[in-house]
């Protein structure tokens, strides 16, 4: 792992950058690791690795995916016989 | 158990109550029971079933085949009708209907199922970018710019093991917070979060054989490679 001589930890930064790729730290940490991010070239990679694994991760969710019309029926046709009445 | 013990010493309605001309409260009373089931199935059909999209997909993640998620699909529909009177008003159907498709999936690949146990979310975090690095130092991060890599991605997904599997989808494909994957999960959110950045990490290795296999490698400067076999 790199190290950089900066006043942020480098190794704090690089273990909160999921959560901060996932907006899942609170608003004082996402602050502190956007900071360190801005400053400190050794790590700014890091955070861009992330983000563009992250954007291609998402790019492989099957958004038009939709239930075929067959399996919409079979549904139907179990939750009626479960007793479904509408 | 006697009848009378069901409802503090009051006898229970028998099935013909309703039909029982003789006591002519039981008839409104069995009129009003059919009423609130009717509400029920209005409101499960409201509520659940518009998501048979969201949870077709994500069978669909889960299975990477389409006459498995089907069956998960229509599994999940099932048992989410028949306790549908556990859902909470107002709370996420979605998510709910999330966990339900998730133990469907997971009851369907009990046999497969491999137990795992990570707890320690930050040396994840830490060793998956660790690894990110080294990749970094040759180069092999721009690969993920310059390729098309969703078909390398749905097949490493569909080859990624549960329990990672289940948390990457959740969090990076459905777009789930923490908290939310925890709840369908049914695990502490430190175990979605090790769960989930083990998940990345072995994508990630993933995608880098297969850009060495596919010629973006920039394997002449150090011959990396090896490290990931």
Redesign the interface.
């Not at chain 1, 956007?34 to 969710?61: D, I, K, Q, T, W």
């Not at chain 2, 001309?21 to 009423?35: F, I, K």
């Given at each position: 792992?790199?190290e950089c001589k900066r006043d942020i930890d480098c190794?704090g930064a690089?273990?909160?950058?999921?959560?901060y790729l996932?907006h899942?730290l609170t608003p004082e940490r996402m602050d502190e690791v956007r900071r360190h991010l801005e400053r400190c070239g050794n790590c700014l990679?890091?955070h861009?690795?992330?983000r563009?694994?992250?954007a291609?991760?998402?790019?492989?969710?099957?958004?038009d995916?939709?239930?075929?019309d067959a399996?919409?029926r079979?549904?139907m046709d179990?939750?009626r016989a479960?007793?479904?009445?509408? | 158990m006697d009848d009378r013990d069901r409802a503090g010493g009051q006898p229970a309605p028998s099935p013909a109550a309703g039909t029982n001309e003789e006591d002519g409260r039981l008839v409104p009373q069995m009129t009003a029971s059919a009423e609130t089931?009717?509400e029920d199935?209005?409101r499960?059909?409201a509520e659940a079933?518009p998501y048979?999209?969201d949870?077709?997909?994500f069978a669909?993640?889960l299975t990477r085949d389409a006459a498995d998620a089907?069956d998960v699909?229509?599994e999940t529909?099932?048992r989410a009708?028949?306790s549908w009177h556990t859902f909470q008003p107002g709370s996420d159907a979605r998510r709910w209907l999330f966990t339900i498709t998730r133990n469907v999936f997971l009851r369907s690949r009990e046999r497969e199922r491999r137990h795992v146990d990570l707890e320690d979310g930050?040396l994840e975090?830490?060793s998956?970018?660790?690894a990110?690095?080294d990749?970094?130092r040759d180069g092999s991060?721009q690969i993920?710019?310059r390729i098309d890599?969703?078909p390398a991605?749905?097949r490493a997904?569909n080859e990624l093991d549960e329990p990672f599997k289940s948390a990457?989808v959740l969090?990076?494909?459905?777009?789930q917070?923490?908290e939310a994957a925890s709840e369908i999960l049914g695990v502490p959110i430190g175990t979605v979060?090790s769960r989930?950045?083990r998940g990345?990490r072995i994508?990630?290795e993933k995608?880098m054989t297969y850009a060495r296999d596919a010629g973006f490698t920039t394997a002449q400067r150090g011959q990396r490679g090896s490290k990931d076999d």
């Amino acid at each position: 792992m790199t190290e950089c001589k900066r006043d942020i930890d480098c190794r704090g930064a690089v273990q909160k950058l999921w959560d901060y790729l996932d907006h899942e730290l609170t608003p004082e940490r996402m602050d502190e690791v956007r900071r360190h991010l801005e400053r400190c070239g050794n790590c700014l990679p890091h955070h861009e690795y992330g983000r563009v694994f992250l954007a291609a991760l998402a790019s492989a969710r099957q958004a038009d995916a939709r239930a075929p019309d067959a399996l919409r029926r079979r549904v139907m046709d179990s939750l009626r016989a479960a007793g479904l009445s509408t | 158990m006697d009848d009378r013990d069901r409802a503090g010493g009051q006898p229970a309605p028998s099935p013909a109550a309703g039909t029982n001309e003789e006591d002519g409260r039981l008839v409104p009373q069995m009129t009003a029971s059919a009423e609130t089931a009717r509400e029920d199935d209005l409101r499960f059909e409201a509520e659940a079933l518009p998501y048979i999209d969201d949870v077709y997909r994500f069978a669909l993640s889960l299975t990477r085949d389409a006459a498995d998620a089907d069956d998960v699909v229509q599994e999940t529909f099932l048992r989410a009708y028949r306790s549908w009177h556990t859902f909470q008003p107002g709370s996420d159907a979605r998510r709910w209907l999330f966990t339900i498709t998730r133990n469907v999936f997971l009851r369907s690949r009990e046999r497969e199922r491999r137990h795992v146990d990570l707890e320690d979310g930050d040396l994840e975090a830490l060793s998956s970018f660790v690894a990110a690095t080294d990749q970094g130092r040759d180069g092999s991060d721009q690969i993920l710019s310059r390729i098309d890599l969703a078909p390398a991605l749905r097949r490493a997904l569909n080859e990624l093991d549960e329990p990672f599997k289940s948390a990457v989808v959740l969090v990076d494909l459905e777009d789930q917070s923490y908290e939310a994957a925890s709840e369908i999960l049914g695990v502490p959110i430190g175990t979605v979060r090790s769960r989930l950045f083990r998940g990345r990490r072995i994508l990630q290795e993933k995608l880098m054989t297969y850009a060495r296999d596919a010629g973006f490698t920039t394997a002449q400067r150090g011959q990396r490679g090896s490290k990931d076999d």
